[in-house]
């Protein structure tokens, strides 16, 4: 399976043209599954929900979804792409897979970061898996990498590829993304934008290098901080079916989850 990434510099509120660049993008690889940043169509950084509110869309009844079903189709792409979502007048931090065939999964945000909070509702999704051409995929968004307990939940329902998509601003996720993979023997796809954004009284800068992790935690594409940068990397899904460090050693048998009430338990 070919899989990467698409690291761009999504332009703020600029819904149509980010879309533009992405059909560009997807059409100049060949790939069957991409995934893209957090928020890709429409940037990140907004001041208030009436801003938010201005770009969100519904899921599948927007245009974005539209367009971008129409590209996995053309393309015979899978494409996983961070945009906000409108749901009954509020807002999600939403990552959308789109299948070639139109078939959709959303994943809605679990954990959000910072000034999230004052305008995204927590995503109510929970955590789980799709198949695609054989490989169970599940999807986190950017600051979820900081809850091992989301990648440990979507590898026990098998997934062997978790996709990534990110606005990361921290120098953390890329090496904490490996552990994940390490810990999981899954495959993981991180897509980080790049550029910044200067919005007055807010002003963020994100981080690129993007990358992909194989089941042993080696990082086996990436990008650089500040370039755009569309890459694939030929995979085997199967090879995270392998669990075990050596012959008596697998992660799954070897949970002891008497032992971690804990963490079930609000702090
Ligand atoms: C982040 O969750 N966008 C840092």
Not at 22 to 32: G, I, N, T
Not at 124 to 143: L, M, N, Q, R, S
């Amino acid at each position: 399976m070919k899989v990467g990434f698409v690291q761009f510099y999504p332009i703020f509120g600029k819904v149509k043209k980010n879309l533009e660049r992405m059909a560009e993008l997807v059409r100049s690889v060949d790939a069957d599954l991409l995934v893209f940043p957090e928020l890709a169509t429409s940037g990140y950084l907004f001041l208030d929900e009436t801003e938010l509110g201005s770009v969100a869309e519904p899921i599948p009844r927007g245009s974005s979804f539209k367009f971008l079903s129409d590209l996995a189709k053309e393309t015979e792409t899978a494409l996983i792409v961070g945009m906000p979502e409108a749901v009954k007048g509020v807002y999600y931090n939403s990552a959308v897979s789109i299948l070639p065939d139109g078939q959709f999964y959303i994943y809605r945000k679990a954990h959000l970061f910072d000034n999230e909070k004052r305008i995204f509702k927590p995503g109510d999704t929970g955590f789980y898996v799709f198949e695609y051409k054989g490989a169970k995929i599940g999807v986190i968004i950017c600051y979820d990498w900081a809850f091992p307990e989301a990648t440990r939940v979507l590898a026990l329902l098998g997934a062997h590829i978790i996709a990534h998509p990110a606005n990361l601003v921290l120098p953390y996720a890329q090496r904490v993304m490996r552990a994940r993979s390490i810990e999981n023997r899954v495959f993981t796809i991180t897509a980080n934008r790049i550029g910044a954004e200067d919005r007055g009284e807010m002003k963020l800068e994100f981080t690129g290098m993007s990358q992909v992790t194989d089941t042993k935690g080696n990082v086996i594409l990436s990008a650089e901080r500040d370039s755009e940068s569309v890459k694939v990397v030929e995979i085997d899904p199967a090879d995270a079916e392998d669990k075990k460090f050596t012959p008596l050693t697998d992660i799954f048998e070897d949970r002891r989850p008497e032992l971690y009430n804990l963490l079930t338990k609000k702090f």
